[in-house]
């Protein structure tokens, strides 16, 4: 059908690896048309039927036309799998070195890394992984339950990452840069710096001793010099840790290194939850900070205007517009961790209290956004109701529309890089729920 032949070509021009990989490539799309034919009225045909909710099917061209897609999507995934993501080592801090560099476990922390090549080599990613956080006895305890990966070191040997991480210079402007990605161990959005204790309920929070562990790492034994640019970035609780050490990561590196932020979901904007068992987000910033000793990564700025109301330092409402290192920043205008714990479930929402919070939420978002100083930030907003853009296939597909076309956070960085990092906008002002793209309207929270 047309509507294959159309998504190989689309596929095709995507293509930059070498003829061989390109061959096999091909091959195996190949095969997923015959398997289109072969099976197009088969007994699967049920199961796909149910990719697309609502589509009636009115005779053998449209059932062969609805195979297309979900063939042409399978493709399309594929292409841009782990196949042509970045394998990256492991690298354990030293407990010698830095002895205060450790996960909520007491053990040393790691980090992931991939060296750099040619002119990428001057360059460094730095992404820090997110993952919530935890803000008292109950809730810490919870996630040691839950989610123990995100208090303990890791341990695989390598690791393989996509999106802003690719090593493909068609899928991300860092492909040839040095890339490092911090495994998140600490539970307190890469602020803490409180020692085990019974007032920390036995749990380290090292945050941004980690940070500060990592960076001095780079610079000693992996080369960072003088001349180098850093960016640091990361999404939701990375995101956020971005933000917090953005201003102090000049401190932490040689004189002379450049340090830009690439902060992808820490736009927490002010709003009362909708959802009674919901613990508001000003609570736990302000117990955070009190149980991780978190204080030392508010900025100077943020503090002073914000003196008997600290954890609005922590929001990004508050924070960003504070920030002296240039930036790029990205948020959903209908952000899904924020809305699934203010609202406490995600769409569809009912025509009363519930929507009149979504578009409150959408409303401060978008002034937030539209409001950050072009001096020294780039924004892009999106109407999509989602998270994190930066990891996986959604860095290539969400998309801000303009007159002149859509814009993607991929060619959005890249022009923004190029530009020498000038004020950028793209802020999307589409009308209805999940209008900058309608396919992502389901998706459920994520973890922040």
């Given at each position: 059908?047309?509507?294959?032949?159309?998504?190989?070509?689309?596929?095709?021009?995507?293509?930059?690896?070498?003829?061989?990989?390109?061959?096999?490539?091909?091959?195996?799309?190949?095969?997923?048309?015959?398997?289109?034919?072969?099976?197009?009225?088969?007994?699967?045909?049920?199961?796909?039927?149910?990719?697309?909710?609502?589509?009636?099917?009115?005779?053998?061209?449209?059932?062969?036309?609805?195979?297309?897609?979900v063939v042409a999507e399978s493709a399309r995934k594929w292409w841009l799998s782990d196949s042509r993501a970045t394998e990256m080592r492991l690298v354990t801090l030293s407990r010698e070195k830095h002895p205060l560099a450790?996960?909520?476990?007491?053990?040393?922390?790691?980090?992931?890394?991939?060296?750099?090549?040619?002119?990428?080599?001057?360059?460094?990613?730095?992404?820090?992984?997110?993952?919530?956080?935890?803000?008292?006895?109950?809730?810490?305890?919870?996630?040691?339950?839950?989610?123990?990966?995100?208090?303990?070191?890791?341990?695989?040997?390598?690791?393989?990452?996509?999106?802003?991480?690719?090593?493909?210079?068609?899928?991300?402007?860092?492909?040839?840069?040095?890339?490092?990605?911090?495994?998140?161990?600490?539970?307190?959005?890469?602020?803490?710096?409180?020692?085990?204790?019974?007032?920390?309920?036995?749990?380290?929070?090292?945050?941004?001793?980690?940070?500060?562990?990592?960076?001095?790492?780079?610079?000693?034994?992996?080369?960072?010099?003088?001349?180098?640019?850093?960016?640091?970035?990361?999404?939701?609780?990375?995101?956020?840790?971005?933000?917090?050490?953005?201003?102090?990561?000049?401190?932490?590196?040689?004189?002379?290194?450049?340090?830009?932020?690439?902060?992808?979901?820490?736009?927490?904007?002010?709003?009362?939850?909708?959802?009674?068992?919901?613990?508001?987000?000003?609570?736990?910033?302000?117990?955070?900070?009190?149980?991780?000793?978190?204080?030392?990564?508010?900025?100077?700025?943020?503090?002073?205007?914000?003196?008997?109301?600290?954890?609005?330092?922590?929001?990004?409402?508050?924070?960003?517009?504070?920030?002296?290192?240039?930036?790029?920043?990205?948020?959903?205008?209908?952000?899904?961790?924020?809305?699934?714990?203010?609202?406490?479930?995600?769409?569809?929402?009912?025509?009363?209290?519930?929507?009149?919070?979504?578009?409150?939420?959408?409303?401060?978002?978008?002034?937030?956004?539209?409001?950050?100083?072009?001096?020294?930030?780039?924004?892009?907003?999106?109407?999509?109701?989602?998270?994190?853009?930066?990891?996986?296939?959604?860095?290539?597909?969400?998309?801000?529309?303009?007159?002149?076309?859509?814009?993607?956070?991929?060619?959005?960085?890249?022009?923004?890089?190029?530009?020498?990092?000038?004020?950028?906008?793209?802020?999307?002002?589409?009308?209805?729920?999940?209008?900058?793209?309608?396919?992502?309207?389901?998706?459920?929270?994520?973890?922040?």
């Amino acid at each position: 059908p047309a509507q294959v032949k159309q998504s190989f070509f689309r596929l095709k021009s995507k293509a930059q690896g070498d003829m061989a990989d390109l061959t096999q490539r091909w091959l195996i799309i190949a095969a997923l048309v015959l398997v289109n034919f072969a099976f197009a009225y088969m007994t699967w045909v049920p199961d796909v039927v149910e990719q697309r909710p609502g589509r009636k099917l009115h005779g053998k061209n449209e059932l062969s036309r609805l195979l297309a897609e979900v063939v042409a999507e399978s493709a399309r995934k594929w292409w841009l799998s782990d196949s042509r993501a970045t394998e990256m080592r492991l690298v354990t801090l030293s407990r010698e070195k830095h002895p205060l560099a450790v996960c909520n476990d007491g053990n040393a922390a790691g980090f992931y890394f991939k060296e750099g090549r040619e002119e990428g080599a001057s360059t460094w990613l730095v992404f820090l992984e997110g993952g919530g956080w935890c803000w008292d006895q109950a809730s810490c305890n919870s996630r040691w339950e839950g989610a123990r990966d995100l208090m303990t070191p890791p341990t695989a040997p390598a690791r393989n990452a996509s999106g802003i991480l690719s090593s493909d210079p068609a899928l991300s402007p860092f492909a040839k840069a040095n890339k490092v990605y911090l495994k998140y161990c600490s539970s307190d959005g890469y602020i803490g710096d409180a020692g085990a204790s019974t007032a920390t309920h036995g749990f380290h929070f090292r945050g941004a001793q980690i940070v500060k562990g990592m960076l001095a790492e780079l610079s000693e034994t992996y080369g960072m010099a003088a001349s180098d640019t850093l960016y640091l970035a990361g999404c939701s609780a990375g995101g956020r840790g971005a933000m917090f050490n953005l201003d102090y990561a000049p401190s932490m590196v040689p004189a002379g290194v450049t340090v830009i932020g690439i902060l992808d979901a820490p736009m927490w904007v002010e709003q009362q939850p909708l959802e009674p068992s919901a613990v508001p987000f000003p609570e736990q910033t302000a117990k955070i900070l009190q149980l991780s000793n978190g204080y030392s990564r508010l900025g100077e700025v943020c503090r002073a205007k914000h003196p008997t109301e600290l954890w609005k330092c922590l929001y990004g409402q508050f924070r960003a517009p504070t920030l002296e290192q240039r930036f790029l920043m990205s948020a959903s205008q209908w952000d899904s961790f924020q809305l699934g714990n203010n609202v406490g479930h995600g769409p569809p929402y009912d025509d009363g209290p519930e929507a009149s919070a979504v578009a409150e939420f959408r409303s401060k978002v978008q002034t937030a956004m539209a409001s950050l100083d072009p001096a020294k930030a780039a924004s892009f907003s999106f109407g999509c109701y989602g998270h994190c853009t930066t990891e996986g296939d959604t860095f290539l597909t969400r998309k801000v529309s303009s007159p002149s076309g859509d814009v993607t956070l991929l060619s959005f960085l890249r022009d923004w890089i190029e530009s020498g990092h000038a004020g950028k906008q793209a802020v999307e002002t589409c009308q209805s729920f999940g209008c900058g793209c309608a396919s992502d309207a389901s998706a459920g929270p994520e973890v922040g």
